[in-house]
């Protein structure tokens, strides 16, 4: 006996099958739309899009305005000190909009961090204070990045396939670059892998 909005009804061997493939399939749209929908909401630091191949990009960025923790532990641990700060861990009690992407890499020599930017109406001036001293509130500008988007998981494995075809391609072009990494990733944990958003940054020399 099988259930189909509140209807209840019976299938052959060879249809019950087709029907179960049917309903994962509509099950899986639905949670493709609500995500989309989900996704379109967040808000992306503002760029100027420089050059475009395939998946890789040229932008030039503007300064942010972050909140950055170091990642001496997992990266877990780094998430959950962040996101204590937009949720209203803060000296105003401030609730802040979550952005994407979360970006990971060495914003200083030998020092892994994990970076949120904050919404383009909060000035570095405005920003209220960490309670933690886990979280650094500050600026950075990336400038020019060479960029190459990629989906499923940002495993070390996918990191490095990406990372050779973006070198590659900037070698080609003739295009110098920093070799500090950072992954930028644009999805929440629960987001379905071949739906995730996730990008290599590599800083261009001036």
């Excluded at 070799?179 to 995730?196: C, D, K, M, S």
Aim: net charge positive; hydrophobic share 40%.
């Amino acid at each position: 006996m099988e259930v189909l909005y509140g209807i209840k009804f019976k299938l052959s061997g060879k249809i019950k099958p087709l029907f179960r493939n049917f309903t994962l399939l509509f099950f899986l749209l639905c949670v493709v739309g609500t995500q989309s929908k989900l996704i379109a909401k967040i808000e992306e630091p503002s760029y100027k899009l420089i050059q475009k191949s395939n998946s890789i990009e040229i932008r030039d960025y503007q300064q942010m305005v972050i909140i950055k923790t170091d990642l001496n532990t997992k990266m877990n641990n780094g998430f959950r000190t962040l996101a204590n700060y937009i949720f209203g861990g803060n000296s105003t009690n401030q609730k802040i909009a979550m952005t994407a992407p979360v970006i990971t890499g060495e914003f200083e020599e030998s020092k892994q961090a994990m970076v949120f930017v904050l919404p383009s109406e909060i000035a570095l001036e405005s920003a209220p204070k960490p309670l933690s001293n886990n979280v650094e509130v500050g600026s950075f500008h990336f400038q020019k990045v060479a960029t190459i988007r990629f989906s499923g998981y940002a495993t070390d494995t996918s990191i490095k396939k990406q990372l050779k075809k973006l070198t590659e391609w900037l070698k080609k072009e003739k295009i110098k670059h920093d070799e500090t990494l950072f992954i930028a990733q644009y999805n929440a944990p629960w987001v379905l892998g071949p739906l995730r958003r996730n990008e290599i940054w590599l800083r261009l020399e001036n």
